[in-house]
């Protein structure tokens, strides 16, 4: 038994014809162009200060554990204590950094993006 398929009718074994590759140097202009500079300009702006206060939000969390004990066990109600609820706001805002995240690609980057790559593509 064989596992190659037949090629399908018409296309005679050969692959597609697909279109030049940029060359490095395309991208090196790519990189230097202004419009590109803006794409990663956004792209920082939105990033940098949200994983800035993301990870001295851990950090808090974490020194409190550590060296905070009792304020970390203070009761709010019920079984709920400080640490559970700080904890749960640790997953709560990762998603909401992903989903702001989200937005902001499509609002902004993505679009930026496309047309960068539309225009390698086209060999502009």
């Known amino acids: 038994m064989t596992t190659e398929a037949a090629p399908p009718p018409g296309s005679a074994g050969t692959p597609p014809a697909s279109p030049a590759a940029p060359t490095a140097e395309e ?69 909401l950094i992903a989903w702001l995240y989200s937005r902001h690609a499509a609002a902004k980057l993505d679009p930026k993006a496309s047309a960068i790559k539309a225009r390698m593509e086209a060999g502009e």
Do not use: C, D, H
């Open 27 to 95: 991208f090196v202009r790519v990189q230097q162009s202004a419009e590109f500079a803006e794409l990663r300009r956004a792209t920082r702006s939105f990033a940098f200060p949200l994983t800035v206060a993301f990870i001295a939000w851990y950090l808090l969390y974490v020194l409190l554990s550590s060296y905070a004990g009792g304020f970390m066990g203070t009761k709010l109600f019920g079984n709920i204590n400080v640490a559970l609820v700080l904890g749960l706001g640790q997953f709560a805002t990762t998603f």
